[in-house]
T-cell receptor, first 113, second 114 residues
Framework: AQSVAQPEDQVNVAEGNPLTVKCTYSVSGNPYLFWYVQYPNRGLQFLLKYITGDNLVKGSYGFEAEFNKSQTSFHLKKPSALVSDSALYFCAVSSAGDYKLSFGAGTTVTVRA | DSGVTQTPKHLITATGQRVTLRCSPRSGDLSVYWYQQSLDQGLQFLIQYYNGEERAKGNILERFSAQQFPDLHSELNLSSLELGDSALYFC?????????????FGQGTRLTVV
């Protein structure tokens, strides 16, 4: 079975400061890892994914994530947060032969001006 | 706009009733997923179809069923509704059936059972 843990329910940062949202995963075999963002009353928007290759993945809106196999982590980062980044962030995992995405519980990010 | 269309956006119905949620995937996407989002359970995978065939099943109740039609749109049928079925139901689509492809989500159908 595959699973994702997002250890922080909430992350609060000041605008302009670095933002990190943590994610660890458990999966049999090689993982496929994803980050999505959800704004109020909206669907999930895809940010970035790691399938294979370079451990540092760059995505939309200046976000990036680093795959760490030994720590089974895939933390989302942004060097300089904006107020508009305030939203609910989900990490998700799937694997070869497993067609579904398993999501974490989500982390609410609040960026204060 | 993800290109995935879900109707209706909101639905209020009584316990014991049956409803149908509809999803039109992005143009060209063959794979459709259904998810349920609630405060207590988070995002739960329900079922996946690929080109009309069921590919994966999650924690979908026996009272719920789905199908994907030849034109690739999908419907999720919820019957004998209970208060606990109140949730946001998302449809997502992707180009392939494998797990290495990102899915694009619709804006969801908010179901309220009273």
């Amino acid at each position: 079975a595959q699973s994702v843990a997002q250890p922080e329910d909430q992350v609060n940062v000041a605008e302009g400061n670095p933002l990190t949202v943590k994610c660890t995963y458990s999966v049999s075999g090689n993982p496929y890892l994803f980050w999505y963002v959800q704004y109020p009353n909206r669907g999930l928007q895809f940010l970035l994914k790691y399938i294979t290759g370079d451990n540092l993945v760059k995505g939309s809106y200046g976000f990036e994530a680093e795959f760490n196999k030994s720590q089974t982590s895939f933390h989302l980062k942004k060097p300089s947060a904006l107020v508009s980044d305030s939203a609910l962030y989900f990490c998700a995992v799937s694997s070869a032969g497993d067609y579904k995405l398993s999501f974490g519980a989500g982390t609410t990010v609040t960026v204060r001006a | 706009d993800s290109g995935v269309t879900q109707t209706p956006k909101h639905l209020i119905t009584a316990t014991g009733q049956r409803v149908t949620l509809r999803c039109s995937p992005r143009s060209g996407d063959l794979s459709v997923y259904w998810y349920q989002q609630s405060l207590d359970q988070g995002l739960q995978f329900l079922i996946q179809y690929y080109n009309g065939e069921e590919r994966a099943k999650g924690n979908i109740l026996e009272r719920f069923s789905a199908q994907q039609f030849p034109d690739l749109h999908s419907e999720l049928n919820l019957s004998s509704l209970e208060l606990g079925d109140s949730a946001l139901y998302f449809c997502a689509s992707s180009t392939r059936q494998g797990g290495n492809t990102e899915a694009f989500f619709g804006q969801g159908t908010r179901l309220t059972v009273v």
